[in-house]
C-alpha cells in the first residue's frame, strides 16, 4: 500500500490536475491507440518510483496520460507479464495504481490465439468471461482491506453493459465482433496442437499470457472492466501454423483501427 501511495502521488506531481477517469491497458502490436490521444504527458515506467520495467521488446514501457474522445484517460503502452519474470503483484502494480490514480473503468487489449473453429485471423474478440490458467494469483498474499475483499466475487467479470454497447459501435461502423471465453496462461511458449484442443475442451474461444491478472485486481477493486482480443493466430485441427512474433504483430496491425475505434467510442459513451 505504501508503495503504490508513493508511486501514486509521484504521478500526480507529474500531471498535476489531470484526473484520469479511465484506464487502458494496451497489448501487444496494440499500441496506436495513442495516436488518437491528445498527450498531456507521457511518463516512462522507469521514471514511476516502484514500477517495473518492461522487458518485451513490441512494448515500449509508458504511462501516457491524455484526452480521447474528450474524455481523460491514462494509457499503459506496454504491460507486465508474468512470464518476464515479475510476480503477479508487479504485474497488476499498475492497475492498482490506476485505482488510487482515480480511475473508474478499465479497458484491455490483447493478442490471442484463436480456437473457437468460426474465428479468422484479425477477427476482434470481445471478452464476456475468462478460465485463469497462470500459475499464481495476484491476490494471494495479505489481503489489502482498503483496496478489495478477501474474497472477491467473480460471477459478472466483464461488464455487461460495455460487452452490449461494444456491439452497436461494431455494428454502426459496420464490422463484426465476435464474444468469447479468453483464457490466461503462462507462457512464454506458444501451446501444442494438443494443448490447444485441451483448452477448446475446457471451454476457452481464445487463448493468450495476459490480461486475466490484471483483470482480477481491477475486479478485486470493485472496477468495471471491458477487455478485447485480438485473434492474431488460428489454433484449431488443420489451420496450427507455425507462429514468430512478427506474424502476431502483423496480424494485430490489421484488427488495430477496429480495435481502436471500439475502445474509443467505449470510452466516448462511458
Ligand atoms: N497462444 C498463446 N498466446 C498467444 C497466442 C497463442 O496462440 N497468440 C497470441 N498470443
Given at each position: ?24 491497458i ?31 521488446e ?35 502494480f ?84 465476435q ?44 472496477m ?5 482480443s ?41
Amino acid at each position: 500500500m505504501q508503495q503504490l501511495q508513493e508511486s501514486t502521488s509521484y504521478l500526480q506531481k507529474r500531471i498535476g490536475d489531470f484526473a484520469p477517469e479511465f484506464g487502458i491497458i494496451l497489448g501487444t502490436g496494440l499500441g496506436a491507440l495513442v495516436n488518437e490521444l491528445e498527450i498531456a504527458n507521457a511518463i516512462s515506467y522507469a521514471e514511476i518510483p516502484n514500477f517495473p520495467v518492461s522487458t518485451v521488446e513490441s512494448h515500449s514501457g509508458k504511462l501516457i496520460f491524455g484526452t480521447l474522445a474528450g474524455r481523460r484517460v491514462m494509457v499503459m503502452q506496454g504491460r507486465f507479464h508474468y512470464y518476464e519474470g515479475y510476480s503477479m503483484e508487479q504485474v497488476v502494480f499498475p492497475v492498482r495504481v490506476m485505482k488510487l490514480m482515480g480511475v473508474k473503468k478499465l479497458f484491455v487489449s490483447n493478442a490471442a490465439g484463436g480456437l473457437n473453429p468460426d474465428f479468422n485471423t484479425s477477427d476482434l474478440m470481445v471478452i464476456t468471461d475468462h478460465i485463469n490458467l497462470q500459475p499464481f494469483n495476484p491476490l494471494i498474499g495479505k489481503n489489502i482491506n482498503e483496496l478489495g475483499p478477501r474474497f472477491p466475487d467473480m460471477s459478472d467479470v466483464y461488464d455487461e453493459h460495455m460487452v452490449r454497447e461494444a456491439m452497436v459501435v461494431a455494428e454502426d461502423a459496420g464490422f463484426a465482433v465476435q464474444e468469447g471465453v479468453y483464457v490466461s496462461v503462462p507462457g512464454p511458449m506458444l501451446e501444442t496442437p494438443a494443448e490447444y484442443r485441451y483448452l477448446s475442451i475446457i471451454g476457452a474461444d481464445a487463448v493468450g499470457m495476459s490480461t486475466v491478472p490484471e483483470v482480477i485486481a481491477a475486479r478485486h477493486m470493485g472496477m468495471p472492466v471491458f477487455a478485447v482480443s485480438v485473434i492474431t493466430d488460428l489454433c484449431t485441427p488443420g489451420r496450427i501454423k507455425k507462429v514468430v512474433l512478427a506474424d502476431i504483430l502483423e496480424a494485430a496491425a490489421i484488427a488495430e483501427p477496429r480495435m481502436t475505434h471500439l475502445i474509443k467510442e467505449l470510452v466516448r459513451r462511458s
